[in-house]
């Protein structure tokens, strides 16, 4: 490769700053809100998570696709995440377990990635000036209409107001089985589970699936707009609110009448991860904000108040829920030591909890696993 090759992609800010870079996976272009993201590992599971829909991540850690992908660590069918952006171009794949090159999984996706960026630089201006609009483009003759892609990365409506679970929660109900992954079987079947659990996909990864079975449970999983009557109609034990995209004010039109009829009519158990904890706050009469630049990685430590346990947590969210906002009756349960922030709510005499951080996504490597035992011995 010659020393200074022309450039094939350019990521094009709202505010006009533009980076130069080398394309692969796709061609065309994407608009979307751009995040960082600090995990050392884990990219295939970050692009296929569907909390990511309408937003490019930006990789702080430089070696991407140095390991390829397989179809075991999708945590959806495909990657949800409009583009990636990373500082040195994928090598060639060094693992037994790839089979496929990073490069061509994305490729018939249809999703651009950008390399030979200074993420430093670019992850320094996200957080100083927020999550920016952004417009990213891949051609292999280098030619770029820089006019149009700032223009294109202006026009990008953002992620307040939008309701982004109605496009990545499933199309009809399902069963799910299949239990987290062990050496050296791989995914085990749940063939004797204890406890009958609703999921309510708003965006839900496999994972978080996985772990439910692991825990004891046969789980039906629902679409995001599924009503009361439609979730009590299996008979649950028990239901769990998802993980998802978007702002969680847009998705709370009818998710929150849901929640909120569940608290009313029944004494279920209810668990929720992420946009089901901002869900569940909602529906209990608390508020959530757009943070400046969100929390995104595998590395962020959190504090259970109640006993002063710290785990490392994965995160991944650009909403929070307003810790102050919390009625009389509700109580808050973890916080971030990174910024304070509301990390985990829970009803005081009720077997009614959730928490904003992934405990599904092997941090610590298992500091947050409990979450999934606590709830399955309150039913």
Known sequence: MPQNPKPTACLALADGTLFYGQGFGATGQTEAELCFNTAMSGYQEIMTDPSYAGQIVTFTFPHIGNVGVNPEDDETADPVAAGMVVKWMPTAASNWRAVQE??????????????????????RAIRQSGAPHVALAHDPEGNFDVEKLVAAARAFPGLTGLDLAKDVTCAQSYRWDEMRWAWPEGYARQTTPRKKVVAVDYG???NILRCLASAGCEVTVLPATATKDEVLAHGPDGVFLSNGPGDPAATGEYAVPMIKGLL?????????????HQMLALALGGKTVKMNHGHHGANHPVKEIETGKVEITSMNHGFAVD???LPAGVMETHVSLFDGSNCGIRMADRPVFSVQHHPEASPGPQDSFYLFERFVQSM
Do not use: N, Y
């Not at 018939?108 to 430093?120: E, F, K, L, N």
């Not at 009313?264 to 089901?276: A, K, N, Y």
């Open 323 to 325: 810790g102050q906002s």
């Open 204 to 206: 839900a990864k496999r």
């Open 264 to 276: 009313d009519d029944t004494d279920l158990p209810i668990f929720g991860i992420c946009l089901g």
């Open 102 to 123: 990073l490069s061509d999984w994305l490729a018939p996706r249809g999703r651009i990635a950008i390399g030979g960026i200074d993420t430093r630089r670019l992850t």
